[in-house]
């Protein structure tokens, strides 16, 4: 039984900070966060497929792709992005590195960076100085701080940790997130840590959290807006006694893994920018996965569908006319549409069904706005052309939403 | 010189009606339109790309390819869009042209129908009979009223003509469209009819409507989303003097053709939902014109960038981050971008550069503020790979567009 446990209690050989580094102009607010292995760790990424990747982004693969055996820190602001900041920004990355090295005095090809907040503004080096030293003196088992310190337009720090016990050891996976907008599917769609004491071969590292990141970080939709930052990281330090093997071990970490992704995946949705709602699409029997996943992620996308649901409107019409436009197979008379409250079926009852073989059934409106009104609504889409399954999960977009990104400069 | 006119003085044996059938809720609201030619016209029609289509679409794609030199009359309800109605609403639409089609003394295959409005509900055939009744009586010259009966969320009714005169002839274009939300790129994204007294073949008729459809309609982004029934007509009835070869004369035709359509789609983005500001998106120097209209599209697609622009933040990092998911070849240390206010560049000055390969300027953001804050604002962005151009003019994403369509079935 795999339980994500909304806490980390220990996971071994870590040691983390989250400090005031002054790059957020708020009053404060953290915005420095330093996480660190006693020893060696193999680690693997999942980047952003934004054409724009920002400076940390081509460092984090470059180093990823040369040193990937023997990773030890990794270093994140907030407030600002290093992003479209060409030579200047790339070098404040490395020099954002050479220090966290200097102090922890590993090598800098050992230290990953990793920036979030506005574009185009270069980092404030005085402030990542001040918040580097700050940081390294300040490593502790202090998750919270660490959590809130790469928040951006977060309301909430989001961390979470799985520990599994097995018949060869017991080990634990302890992660962190922040999201909240910008947030599109099919990339590293924000910024999340993942820490381990289990010991993985860099092949189990990179293997492990590609197959986690597909059902988790990329099956969520806040805006349809693709970051020119986000990324994945997952480090695995082996201090732990547990032994993974190829195949059950491997096995049961994955699914641990997957959880945890997917629990923070999940809490980056329910905090995405002015979000009311959270939505579980569920698309089946599309012509195969592929499809389902992109009639999942265009509903999800469709700021017509979005405002829908802000306003409990069961707006199947937009929901069909976004899944027609998917550029994909797809045909409205073999598709029927089902809306529930919640955020699982309950025992496979797909709720109040709406839309059938391309006519509206004779529902009530007045029931389906009772479920649209609902925190939680789970809607099934079966698209009666194969076997195609998969699950997005989303939000509504609100006045919320509007007032955060059109003032978030400012 | 081509000028456009906001009004209709007279185009040859064309009369219109705009009446209440009593399809819309609100009080006193036009809802039903008439279009009718005295004599037979060659017709055209451009159509949504959306795999779901609605009932009219469907039937005047299939009258559009079987008789399109003997078409008559275009009937348009507003209020519901008999969308995803399946069988009923297709034999729905069929009642609404046999009826128009015994009350005018025509073929029901000379009859187009359009419908705009909530997806998913059947027809109400006796507000529609009453609507058929109520038009073919009150065919006159009454534009105003026929543009009006077919707004939805539209907060006017759009409605404009060309007169041209030429050595072998005067000849007049007409047309109205209703838009407002739903507005996307590549499709017919809109519903237009535009009619003219020229007398054209059928292959100038097809053409001529594709060429101006590309740069007028396709063009315009208001939300993104794609509507399951929006198309565009173009009927000729060549009852003016005029004699339009396939030279010069054709190529005045063209211009003045493209003139009114991207009059009357910019109307429909000035008017969109919620709408405070006219972009003009101008991408320049893209590898090929099809991959310029593509950045284009994607950072008028943009939620994020659309907010921006509602908060009068000059974000181009957004647009930037927009154009490096468009999937397209894209490079930002190319790339460079200006801000002007106004909807045409003056003597070719871009106004203030903002971005310049791959990084900010040290512009001054209260500089950038100040233009942003207009209500009409010209975006270059120069991509430095090639010599493609497109323009495309969009709109941002306020308050008032989010509950207009949280509360549009309410």
Known sequence: MIKVIPSIDSVKGFRVAGVRAGIKKREGALDFALIRSRVDCTAAGVF???KVKAAPVLLNMERLNQN????????????????????????????????IAEQLEIDTEQVLVMSTGVIGQHLPMDKVTNGVELACNALDKNWEATATAIMTT????????????????????????????????????????????????????????????QQ?????????????????????NGMSTAVIDD????????????ALTKYLAQQVVRDGEGVTKF??????????????????????????????????????????????????????????????????????DKGLLIFENG?????????????????????????GMGDGQATIWTCDISHEYVSINADYRT
Request: with cysteine; net charge negative.
């Open 48 to 50: 952003t497929t934004n």
């Open 68 to 99: 990937p055996e023997k990773m030890r820190a990794v270093v994140i602001n907030s407030g600002n992005a290093n992003a479209c900041t060409g030579w200047k920004g790339m070098e404040n990355a490395r020099k954002t590195s050479d220090m």
């Open 154 to 213: 977060d309301t909430h720090p989001k961390w979470a940790s799985v520990n599994v016990m097995t018949a060869h050891g017991e080990y634990t996976i302890a992660g962190i997130a922040k999201g909240a907008g910008m947030i599109a599917p099919n990339m590293a769609t924000m910024l999340s840590v993942v820490v381990t004491d289990a010991k993985l071969s860099l092949s189990q590292t990179q293997k492990s959290l590609k197959t986690a990141a």
């Open 216 to 236: 988790s970080y990329n099956r969520i939709v806040v805006d349809g807006d693709t970051s020119t930052n986000d990324m994945v990281v997952l480090m695995a």
């Open 247 to 258: 195949g059950y071990d491997m096995e049961t970490f994955q699914n641990a893994l997957n």
């Open 279 to 348: 939505i579980t699409l569920d698309i089946k029997n599309a012509e195969s996965p592929a499809i389902a996943e992109k009639i999942g992620h265009t509903i999800a996308s469709s700021v017509l569908t979005k405002t829908a649901f802000y306003g409990n409107d069961a707006n199947w019409g937009r929901m069909i006319a976004a899944a027609g436009r998917a550029g994909v197979a797809f045909d409205p008379d073999k598709t029927s549409l089902w809306v529930s409250p919640g955020e699982e079926l309950f025992e496979d």
């Open 359 to 383: 006519m509206p059934t004779d529902y009530q409106e007045s029931q389906a706005s009772e479920v649209m009104a609902e925190p939680s609504i789970y809607i099934t889409l079966d698209c």
